[in-house]
């Protein structure tokens, strides 16, 4: 008699999911004209990002393609002009080439990256007609001209801590004119009470 | 009043003229040397008078020149130290400024007994008064012979050189002295070997400072006894101190060996100026700080060092208790910053880290881990650079630690000296 | 125990030394790194960085920098103690402060001994919140060299190369403590024979290559061992590669040779590899007189169809560039199956015969007692030998110039000018005549020459006196030493009792390999009595003495092949009725001749060179042929083919063994010779101190010390001749004196990524490498299949890879295409 009620209790907690989810939507999407919400973290193609002042992220140090495993990534660095730097610092990429079809979208170089410049973002409907046409060059992997994101770094890469003891203008970065924050900002000889103590050197003083 | 061995002449008027000198007994010690003593009797006599180097070290100066080889084949060199720039101190430039002849005869002695011909004045770049003074005494001391050719007849030749370095503190430790002579840059050497093996162009070379070398006539004039008769019984003999700081009469004073802290500044330096007394650098600004608490220690070299300080170029400096600490430290520190020669790493970039410290301590910017932060530069510096110029850069500063670590605190946590009473901190 | 040896421990290893051993080799002896920054082994300690700093028992200042305190008796060493660490840690703290976030954009990067100590022993934060010092970026501080003053560490290498190897006016150290930076003389710029060198000594990235800024990144690169193709002195050095291109050459240590430095002649040579003026596909002139391209078969037909009727109107000119291997094939088809007796090498006129015993070596330098540079100047012609003649000047050794030597002459201690053949023959009567008088060797040293107050003597006596209190003397000739009436000197030398190796007469030949051309026989006069062998092999071959260089510069004979060579740069040159050449770069020659055949570089095949003092080395390949160039020795064996030849060895292992059984010289050579291990670059497993605990070297064997095992990157490199090939994802061969960081990681229980195993063989085009070399496969140009190699590699057309690689003959294409599929399986099993 036990074993009756048993069966039965346990066959109308069966039966109560099928009809609850009998109830429900169906899940299925009618892609491609319905699309599905993709997580923030998930990892797509490739996108180069730029600073707001519009110059590139990337410096082309080759940690990405070092790192890439799948050996997706190729890189021609090259020194930039002092008068129309592409990206800040002194080099950039002069070729930026990542084939999608050897990438396996595992974010390694998202991670490599030193200054934030290449993330996998959530564009996943990749498909080609040709292999060259799923050849990414620089040109089709940068941000356009004028906008300027962090993709989904934001998402996966800690931010640093915000709750230091006591913040000095060196880590804020501000200088309000006084003689303390001149010297946290590392001018502390541009005490207005004093003569300079000697005379400071100007960068390329020798150069 | 103590005995003066060293400044004896020097209030005597046109003594840094040589006629004036050798009427006072002037040469005297020098014509004794050459007629009475072998080069070797002379050098166990300076070492029976316990007369011992003055530049900071005290390494005793008989000893020293008995390392030089007899006859290594090669010349040897005398090179004279009067780069004086540890700050506070002036009493070579004194000594060079108006008993010139005194240190002539002292080096000539010197080079009798080590059998030297070629002596070098390396005389700091900004004496220039002094240097023009040397060059005079040497020009008429060649013409009275006491130098040159077979020096009072005897066969014993020598040359005086003065040579004026650029003004750079490190060309005052013997071997970035020898450098900056043979014209290259004034590095620190390795040693060994040592100087008195391979100095100056590679041969055996004796370095000793001003006041060591302008000691000498008078001990061969009134003798090594009545030397070794003063100052204490492991310090011998007198020394001039230079006092300056927070006292009403700065200045060079000769004391015998073993008088005290106490009696240098309120006898002679008549009491400290302008408050009470807070800290006595007893040795240059190399040297650690001590307190009023020290006060009577005696000045020479055992005694110093037994209360943790070292009694370096013999420059006492005083400071009342108007002075705020940190900034004293961040002064001094700026020298040895200015001073470094970049040679190794921790002085190089240690004293540049500890000046920014201080200096952002200094303008209110202070954390409470800059305390540690400053200690552990120091101790990261402290034995590990290339010649003692670092060590000195952490000396005031660890002192100042152990005897007024408030200041410091005060500074981390309030922005501003302890002087100066709590401040709201400054917020950013 | 020896009475010279001194008994340590290190780190609770007992060990002994010679006394005056510095503690940092001690420590190497036993596999116990100290790192360092300023110090080098072929330079005086400083002590200057501190980063070498442990702790020794019983002093009276505890830390000791290791770089520059010797063993004492029963000394006891930590350098893994509390104090030593910190301290450690501390020195790179500093380093670091003012040091900028550069690794991305550093060329160093990888490669940096900052990086790699601070991973290893850094503190692994920083508490430094202050301004770093800043100094405007990348300045050129000479042609070659650019200066990152930011970067700098002030170890000081640099400025100590300059002044004491290089012995001149470079680089120096300019302001002093925390402001101090490198720079030049004031107005000057740091154009020094041998400024590369402090680029490879830098051991951050302060000091950079023009030529190699942000062109590639160590992680990425293959290291190739390899023989400098610019002198014949056959100077060491790595061969850098990125995706098949050469981006920079380095130095590679050799005692015996170059003692690890490298000229900047040598050191730029690979910026001719991929110039744009190389000749990449066979070329033959048309009617017009236009050098048209077409295809291999096309070309090698016209060749074979001018062969004129006469065979001893043929010339065959070879290039002293050219291996050991091509020299041999050449003389195949030329003696062997064209039947003409005229196959020379260009400086064959330098020749003195093989009769002649040269016993000098270049490491003779260092122990003699008088360098003797007679006539022209070595210094000018064999820039890595004057780094040489300094190192021997530091040592003990008096230079006498007699000649005109311009480029020695302010270190030379006697100089007479004159002509040289005249006063030899008048020193060397003097030097005969017997003397009674009691000679002392080297005197109490004055200030030398390059010291300063030194002055040149030209005392014709007081030279004499000197060579005749010397005990070894190294008399230096160079170049045509005929044309100088010098041709006697080794007799002489040997008169005069000096030939005892290293030490004698060295003759510093032009070129790269005439010695090499010369042990097979590429000379006008043939030696039938020594090359029994060849003749019995090469039935019916030539053995007339043939016409010299110069003569068949002078168009006599109809028609010449030159391989590797200018003639029409010689004086009084004419062009024969048929000029055939081939060629790496346009020059005289091409402009006029009737075929142009594309000759590979040195990096791009196998071969083996003969140093101007005998010492046989091997030159690795590092890249394939560039276009459809090929080497001189392939090409000579499709000639040889097409003149019915068959049995020909089929790459350059074979041809070298066939010389190896054919050449008395060179009897029973084969590669194997050159198999002893090469020094792989990365000393310490990188992975064992990322946060793994450190290894227990104790557990560790014990091994022969050899090979400095911290070694930073200008002494990496084998000291033997040959070594093997670099490859990344290769098993380098266990070195001796260093630990097999392959062990270490063993012991941590780590896979090491060197333990994989080594990626199968490419494949390319369906041609089946051999040796590291495609075989030439001729077909009819007008044909659809490929006309030669393709460039295979890791990556393809359409992959990702180098663009500028596109060079690839329309033929090709189809077959890329077709190939697309096993290329991929190939790259993916093969690399990682």
Redesign the interface.
Not at chain 3, 107 to 132: H, M, P, S, V, W
Not at chain 3, 225 to 247: K, P
């Given at each position: 008699m036990d074993r009756v009620i048993d069966d039965l209790i346990a066959l109308g907690k069966g039966l109560s999911i099928t009809f609850k989810n009998y109830l429900e939507k169906p899940v299925t999407k009618q892609y491609p004209e319905e699309k599905r919400d993709i997580p923030k973290r998930a990892r797509g193609r490739h996108v180069l990002h730029r600073y707001n002042d519009g110059l590139e992220r990337c410096v082309g140090c080759l940690l990405c393609q070092g790192t890439c495993p799948a050996g997706a990534i190729y890189i021609e660095a090259e020194e930039n002009d002092k008068e129309n730097p592409v990206s800040k610092g002194e080099r950039h990429a002069k070729v930026f080439d990542v084939d999608l079809l050897r990438c396996i979208y595992c974010g390694h170089c998202e991670m490599a990256c030193p200054t934030n410049a290449i993330t996998l973002e959530n564009n996943t409907a990749l498909a080609g007609f040709t292999r060259e046409s799923l050849l990414m060059h620089k040109e089709d992997l940068l941000e356009p001209e004028g906008s300027s994101t962090l993709g989904t770094t934001e998402y996966w890469d800690p931010k640093p801590p915000e709750d230091l003891s006591h913040r000095v203008p060196a880590q804020t970065g501000e200088f309000d004119g006084s003689s303390t924050s001149a010297a946290a900002v590392g001018r502390g000889d541009l005490d207005l009470n004093k003569a300079p103590k000697k005379p400071t050197r100007k960068e390329g003083d020798n150069a | 009043m103590s005995t003066l061995v060293i400044t004896e002449l020097m209030d005597i008027e046109g003594i840094d003229g040589i006629d004036t000198y050798v009427k006072n007994k002037g040469y005297e010690g020098l014509k004794k040397a050459l007629k009475e003593y072998t080069p070797d009797e002379l050098i166990e006599y300076v070492k029976a008078s316990g007369l011992r180097g003055r530049g900071g070290a005290g390494f005793p100066t008989g000893l020293k020149w008995s390392f030089v080889p007899k006859n290594p084949g090669k010349p040897k060199y005398l090179c004279v130290n009067c780069d004086e720039s540890e700050p506070g101190t002036c009493k070579d430039r004194d000594m060079v400024t108006y008993l010139p002849h005194q240190l002539l005869e002292g080096i000539a002695i010197c080079c009798y007994a080590v059998g030297i011909n070629q002596a070098f004045i390396y005389i700091r770049g900004e004496m220039l008064e002094g240097y023009e003074i040397l060059e005079k005494a040497v020009e008429e001391a060649v013409q009275r012979n006491f130098l040159g050719d077979n020096i009072l007849g005897t066969d014993f030749s020598l040359d005086v050189v003065v040579h004026r370095g650029a003004g750079a503190y490190i060309c005052g430790e013997e071997s970035a002295l020898l450098s900056s002579l043979e014209g290259e840059r004034g590095f620190p050497r390795l040693k060994p070997p040592f100087p008195a093996v391979e100095g100056l162009y590679a041969c055996p070379t004796v370095i000793n400072n001003v006041e060591t070398l302008s000691t000498l006539p008078a001990i061969m004039r009134k003798g090594a006894e009545w030397y070794s008769s003063l100052g204490t019984e492991r310090s011998k003999g007198t020394r001039v101190l230079c006092l300056s700081g927070h006292v009403n009469k700065p200045g060079n004073y000769e004391l015998e060996l073993g008088a005290s802290m106490r009696h240098l500044i309120e006898e002679c330096g008549g009491g400290v100026m302008g408050g009470e007394l807070k800290a006595i650098i007893p040795g240059g600004a190399s040297a650690p700080m001590l307190t009023k608490e020290h006060l009577d220690v005696a000045l020479d070299f055992e005694a110093i060092a037994a209360a943790g300080s070292m009694a370096g170029s013999g420059a006492v400096i005083v400071i009342n208790d108007k002075t705020c600490i940190v900034k004293t430290c961040l002064n001094l520190d700026q020298f040895f910053e200015e001073e470094s020669c970049g040679k190794c790493t921790p002085c190089r970039e240690g004293t540049k880290w500890l000046v920014d410290i201080l200096t952002r301590m200094v303008n209110g910017h202070g954390r409470p881990e800059d305390i540690d932060l400053l200690k552990s530069v120091c101790n990261n510096i402290l034995g590990n650079t290339f010649c003692p110029l670092g060590d000195s850069a952490t000396s005031c500063i660890m002192s100042a630690f152990k005897y007024f670590p408030e200041e410091f605190e005060h500074y981390a946590h309030h922005g501003c000296s302890i002087l100066e009473g709590k401040k709201e901190m400054a917020k950013s | 125990m020896a009475d010279d040896l001194v008994n340590i421990t290190i780190d609770g290893h007992q060990m002994a030394v010679p006394k005056g051993t510095l503690l940092v080799e001690a420590a190497r002896q036993i596999g116990i790194e100290i790192p360092v920054y300023c110090y080098h082994p072929k330079m005086k300690?400083?002590?200057?960085?501190?980063?070498c700093?442990v702790e020794v028992e019983n002093q009276r200042?505890?830390?000791m920098p290791a770089c520059?305190t010797t063993v004492m008796p029963d000394m006891v060493v930590h350098t893994r103690s509390d104090n030593a660490v910190?301290?450690r840690g501390?020195?790179l703290?500093?380093?670091l402060?003012?040091h900028p976030l550069d690794?991305?954009?550093c060329d160093r990067?990888g490669e940096c001994d900052l990086q790699d100590f601070t991973q290893k022993y850094g503190n692994g934060n920083t508490?430094?919140?202050?301004?770093k010092?800043?100094?405007?970026?990348?300045?050129q501080v000479g042609k070659n060299v650019v200066l990152d003053r930011e970067r700098c560490?002030?170890c000081?290498r640099c400025v100590r190369f300059c002044e004491e190897i290089a012995m001149e006016e470079g680089l120096v150290?300019?302001?002093?403590?925390?402001?101090?930076?490198i720079?030049t003389f004031e107005g000057r710029s740091f154009d020094s024979k041998f400024s590369g060198n402090v680029i490879e000594l830098c051991p951050v990235g302060a000091l950079t290559a023009k030529t190699y800024?942000?062109?590639s990144?160590p992680?990425?690169q293959q290291h190739y061992a390899g023989i400098c193709n610019v002198s014949s002195l056959g100077v060491n050095i790595t061969v850098d590669v990125r995706y098949d291109e050469v981006v920079r050459l380095r130095g590679r240590m050799n005692d015996e040779i170059d003692d690890g430095w490298l000229s900047d002649k040598c050191r730029y040579s690979h910026l001719a590899i991929h110039s744009d003026d190389r000749i990449l596909s066979p070329m033959v002139r048309n009617d017009q007189g236009q050098l048209t391209k077409v295809s291999w078969a096309a070309a090698l037909e016209r060749i074979v169809q001018a062969f004129p009727e006469n065979a001893s109107q043929i010339g065959l000119a070879v290039g002293t560039r050219l291996s050991v291997e091509d020299g041999h094939m050449l003389l195949r088809l030329g003696r062997g199956l064209l039947k003409t007796p005229n196959v020379v090498h260009e400086h064959e006129a330098e020749s003195l015969g093989t009769n002649t015993t040269l016993t000098g070596r270049v490491k003779g330098c260092d122990a003699a007692d008088v360098i003797l540079c007679l006539g022209s100047d070595p210094a000018k012609s064999h820039h890595d030998f004057e780094l040489r003649i300094k190192k021997g000047l530091r040592n003990k050794a008096r230079l006498i110039c007699i000649g005109e030597q311009p480029a020695l002459v302010g270190y030379a201690d006697y100089q007479v000018i004159g002509v040289a053949s005249e006063l030899w023959s008048k020193l060397k009567k003097e030097l005969k005549k017997e003397t009674t008088e009691e000679e002392s060797g080297l005197r109490?040293p004055k200030p030398r020459p390059w010291e300063?107050g030194g002055e040149t003597s030209q005392d014709w006596d007081a030279l004499v006196k000197e060579i005749r209190g010397a005990e070894n003397v190294l008399v230096v000739v160079s170049g045509d030493i005929a044309g100088q009436g010098l041709q006697d000197v080794a007799r002489d030398v040997e008169d005069l009792g000096w030939n005892t190796a290293p030490h004698g007469v060295i003759h510093l030949r032009s070129g790269v390999n005439p010695v090499g051309h010369e042990s097979i026989g590429l000379i006008p006069e043939w030696d039938e009595d020594g090359n029994q062998a060849l003749a019995k092999a090469w039935e019916g071959m030539n053995t007339d003495s043939g016409l010299s260089y110069a003569e068949m510069c002078r168009g006599k004979t109809e028609m010449l092949l030159a391989f590797g060579c200018n003639p029409l740069a010689q004086p009084e040159s004419k062009k024969p009725k048929f000029l055939v050449q081939a060629a790496t770069h346009p020059d005289e020659t091409t402009e006029k001749a009737d075929v142009v055949l594309p000759l590979s570089m040195w990096v791009e095949y196998n071969g083996v060179y003969i140093s101007t003092d005998g010492t046989v080395q091997f030159n690795r390949q590092a890249i394939l042929p560039l276009g459809e160039a090929q080497p001189a020795w392939s090409i000579a064996r499709e000639l040889c083919l097409r003149l019915g030849a068959s049995d020909l060895p089929e790459n350059p292992r074979a041809v070298y063994s066939e010389v190896g059984s054919l050449h008395a010289a060179l009897a029973g050579a084969t590669y194997k010779d050159f198999q002893t291990p090469g020094q792989y670059h990365w000393s310490y497993p990188q992975q064992a101190d990322l946060g793994m605990p450190r290894p227990d070297l104790s557990a560790i064997p014990v091994k022969e010390p050899d090979m400095p095992m911290w070694m930073p990157a200008p002494l990496t490199g084998s000291t033997v001749e040959g070594a093997g090939r670099l490859h990344r994802g290769q098993t380098p061969p266990p070195v001796p004196g260093q630990r097999d960081p392959r062990e270490i990681a063993k012991l941590l229980g780590l896979n090491h990524p060197m333990d994989r195993t080594a990626p199968p063989a490419l494949t390319a085009g369906g041609a089946e490498k051999k040796d590291g070399y495609i075989p030439l496969r001729v077909v009819p140009s007008t044909s659809a299949e490929p006309a030669g190699p393709t460039p295979a590699g890791?990556?393809h057309e359409?992959?990702?890879?180098?663009?500028r690689r596109v060079a690839v003959p329309v033929a090709q294409t189809a077959l890329l295409e077709a190939s697309d599929a096993a290329d991929n399986t190939t790259?993916d099993g093969g690399?990682?």
């Amino acid at each position: 008699m036990d074993r009756v009620i048993d069966d039965l209790i346990a066959l109308g907690k069966g039966l109560s999911i099928t009809f609850k989810n009998y109830l429900e939507k169906p899940v299925t999407k009618q892609y491609p004209e319905e699309k599905r919400d993709i997580p923030k973290r998930a990892r797509g193609r490739h996108v180069l990002h730029r600073y707001n002042d519009g110059l590139e992220r990337c410096v082309g140090c080759l940690l990405c393609q070092g790192t890439c495993p799948a050996g997706a990534i190729y890189i021609e660095a090259e020194e930039n002009d002092k008068e129309n730097p592409v990206s800040k610092g002194e080099r950039h990429a002069k070729v930026f080439d990542v084939d999608l079809l050897r990438c396996i979208y595992c974010g390694h170089c998202e991670m490599a990256c030193p200054t934030n410049a290449i993330t996998l973002e959530n564009n996943t409907a990749l498909a080609g007609f040709t292999r060259e046409s799923l050849l990414m060059h620089k040109e089709d992997l940068l941000e356009p001209e004028g906008s300027s994101t962090l993709g989904t770094t934001e998402y996966w890469d800690p931010k640093p801590p915000e709750d230091l003891s006591h913040r000095v203008p060196a880590q804020t970065g501000e200088f309000d004119g006084s003689s303390t924050s001149a010297a946290a900002v590392g001018r502390g000889d541009l005490d207005l009470n004093k003569a300079p103590k000697k005379p400071t050197r100007k960068e390329g003083d020798n150069a | 009043m103590s005995t003066l061995v060293i400044t004896e002449l020097m209030d005597i008027e046109g003594i840094d003229g040589i006629d004036t000198y050798v009427k006072n007994k002037g040469y005297e010690g020098l014509k004794k040397a050459l007629k009475e003593y072998t080069p070797d009797e002379l050098i166990e006599y300076v070492k029976a008078s316990g007369l011992r180097g003055r530049g900071g070290a005290g390494f005793p100066t008989g000893l020293k020149w008995s390392f030089v080889p007899k006859n290594p084949g090669k010349p040897k060199y005398l090179c004279v130290n009067c780069d004086e720039s540890e700050p506070g101190t002036c009493k070579d430039r004194d000594m060079v400024t108006y008993l010139p002849h005194q240190l002539l005869e002292g080096i000539a002695i010197c080079c009798y007994a080590v059998g030297i011909n070629q002596a070098f004045i390396y005389i700091r770049g900004e004496m220039l008064e002094g240097y023009e003074i040397l060059e005079k005494a040497v020009e008429e001391a060649v013409q009275r012979n006491f130098l040159g050719d077979n020096i009072l007849g005897t066969d014993f030749s020598l040359d005086v050189v003065v040579h004026r370095g650029a003004g750079a503190y490190i060309c005052g430790e013997e071997s970035a002295l020898l450098s900056s002579l043979e014209g290259e840059r004034g590095f620190p050497r390795l040693k060994p070997p040592f100087p008195a093996v391979e100095g100056l162009y590679a041969c055996p070379t004796v370095i000793n400072n001003v006041e060591t070398l302008s000691t000498l006539p008078a001990i061969m004039r009134k003798g090594a006894e009545w030397y070794s008769s003063l100052g204490t019984e492991r310090s011998k003999g007198t020394r001039v101190l230079c006092l300056s700081g927070h006292v009403n009469k700065p200045g060079n004073y000769e004391l015998e060996l073993g008088a005290s802290m106490r009696h240098l500044i309120e006898e002679c330096g008549g009491g400290v100026m302008g408050g009470e007394l807070k800290a006595i650098i007893p040795g240059g600004a190399s040297a650690p700080m001590l307190t009023k608490e020290h006060l009577d220690v005696a000045l020479d070299f055992e005694a110093i060092a037994a209360a943790g300080s070292m009694a370096g170029s013999g420059a006492v400096i005083v400071i009342n208790d108007k002075t705020c600490i940190v900034k004293t430290c961040l002064n001094l520190d700026q020298f040895f910053e200015e001073e470094s020669c970049g040679k190794c790493t921790p002085c190089r970039e240690g004293t540049k880290w500890l000046v920014d410290i201080l200096t952002r301590m200094v303008n209110g910017h202070g954390r409470p881990e800059d305390i540690d932060l400053l200690k552990s530069v120091c101790n990261n510096i402290l034995g590990n650079t290339f010649c003692p110029l670092g060590d000195s850069a952490t000396s005031c500063i660890m002192s100042a630690f152990k005897y007024f670590p408030e200041e410091f605190e005060h500074y981390a946590h309030h922005g501003c000296s302890i002087l100066e009473g709590k401040k709201e901190m400054a917020k950013s | 125990m020896a009475d010279d040896l001194v008994n340590i421990t290190i780190d609770g290893h007992q060990m002994a030394v010679p006394k005056g051993t510095l503690l940092v080799e001690a420590a190497r002896q036993i596999g116990i790194e100290i790192p360092v920054y300023c110090y080098h082994p072929k330079m005086k300690p400083v002590g200057a960085c501190r980063v070498c700093l442990v702790e020794v028992e019983n002093q009276r200042r505890p830390m000791m920098p290791a770089c520059t305190t010797t063993v004492m008796p029963d000394m006891v060493v930590h350098t893994r103690s509390d104090n030593a660490v910190e301290a450690r840690g501390a020195v790179l703290e500093f380093l670091l402060i003012n040091h900028p976030l550069d690794c991305p954009v550093c060329d160093r990067a990888g490669e940096c001994d900052l990086q790699d100590f601070t991973q290893k022993y850094g503190n692994g934060n920083t508490r430094f919140i202050e301004q770093k010092r800043h100094f405007a970026k990348s300045k050129q501080v000479g042609k070659n060299v650019v200066l990152d003053r930011e970067r700098c560490i002030m170890c000081q290498r640099c400025v100590r190369f300059c002044e004491e190897i290089a012995m001149e006016e470079g680089l120096v150290i300019v302001d002093r403590g925390n402001r101090s930076e490198i720079g030049t003389f004031e107005g000057r710029s740091f154009d020094s024979k041998f400024s590369g060198n402090v680029i490879e000594l830098c051991p951050v990235g302060a000091l950079t290559a023009k030529t190699y800024r942000f062109e590639s990144r160590p992680w990425e690169q293959q290291h190739y061992a390899g023989i400098c193709n610019v002198s014949s002195l056959g100077v060491n050095i790595t061969v850098d590669v990125r995706y098949d291109e050469v981006v920079r050459l380095r130095g590679r240590m050799n005692d015996e040779i170059d003692d690890g430095w490298l000229s900047d002649k040598c050191r730029y040579s690979h910026l001719a590899i991929h110039s744009d003026d190389r000749i990449l596909s066979p070329m033959v002139r048309n009617d017009q007189g236009q050098l048209t391209k077409v295809s291999w078969a096309a070309a090698l037909e016209r060749i074979v169809q001018a062969f004129p009727e006469n065979a001893s109107q043929i010339g065959l000119a070879v290039g002293t560039r050219l291996s050991v291997e091509d020299g041999h094939m050449l003389l195949r088809l030329g003696r062997g199956l064209l039947k003409t007796p005229n196959v020379v090498h260009e400086h064959e006129a330098e020749s003195l015969g093989t009769n002649t015993t040269l016993t000098g070596r270049v490491k003779g330098c260092d122990a003699a007692d008088v360098i003797l540079c007679l006539g022209s100047d070595p210094a000018k012609s064999h820039h890595d030998f004057e780094l040489r003649i300094k190192k021997g000047l530091r040592n003990k050794a008096r230079l006498i110039c007699i000649g005109e030597q311009p480029a020695l002459v302010g270190y030379a201690d006697y100089q007479v000018i004159g002509v040289a053949s005249e006063l030899w023959s008048k020193l060397k009567k003097e030097l005969k005549k017997e003397t009674t008088e009691e000679e002392s060797g080297l005197r109490f040293p004055k200030p030398r020459p390059w010291e300063a107050g030194g002055e040149t003597s030209q005392d014709w006596d007081a030279l004499v006196k000197e060579i005749r209190g010397a005990e070894n003397v190294l008399v230096v000739v160079s170049g045509d030493i005929a044309g100088q009436g010098l041709q006697d000197v080794a007799r002489d030398v040997e008169d005069l009792g000096w030939n005892t190796a290293p030490h004698g007469v060295i003759h510093l030949r032009s070129g790269v390999n005439p010695v090499g051309h010369e042990s097979i026989g590429l000379i006008p006069e043939w030696d039938e009595d020594g090359n029994q062998a060849l003749a019995k092999a090469w039935e019916g071959m030539n053995t007339d003495s043939g016409l010299s260089y110069a003569e068949m510069c002078r168009g006599k004979t109809e028609m010449l092949l030159a391989f590797g060579c200018n003639p029409l740069a010689q004086p009084e040159s004419k062009k024969p009725k048929f000029l055939v050449q081939a060629a790496t770069h346009p020059d005289e020659t091409t402009e006029k001749a009737d075929v142009v055949l594309p000759l590979s570089m040195w990096v791009e095949y196998n071969g083996v060179y003969i140093s101007t003092d005998g010492t046989v080395q091997f030159n690795r390949q590092a890249i394939l042929p560039l276009g459809e160039a090929q080497p001189a020795w392939s090409i000579a064996r499709e000639l040889c083919l097409r003149l019915g030849a068959s049995d020909l060895p089929e790459n350059p292992r074979a041809v070298y063994s066939e010389v190896g059984s054919l050449h008395a010289a060179l009897a029973g050579a084969t590669y194997k010779d050159f198999q002893t291990p090469g020094q792989y670059h990365w000393s310490y497993p990188q992975q064992a101190d990322l946060g793994m605990p450190r290894p227990d070297l104790s557990a560790i064997p014990v091994k022969e010390p050899d090979m400095p095992m911290w070694m930073p990157a200008p002494l990496t490199g084998s000291t033997v001749e040959g070594a093997g090939r670099l490859h990344r994802g290769q098993t380098p061969p266990p070195v001796p004196g260093q630990r097999d960081p392959r062990e270490i990681a063993k012991l941590l229980g780590l896979n090491h990524p060197m333990d994989r195993t080594a990626p199968p063989a490419l494949t390319a085009g369906g041609a089946e490498k051999k040796d590291g070399y495609i075989p030439l496969r001729v077909v009819p140009s007008t044909s659809a299949e490929p006309a030669g190699p393709t460039p295979a590699g890791r990556h393809h057309e359409i992959g990702v890879g180098p663009r500028r690689r596109v060079a690839v003959p329309v033929a090709q294409t189809a077959l890329l295409e077709a190939s697309d599929a096993a290329d991929n399986t190939t790259e993916d099993g093969g690399e990682e």
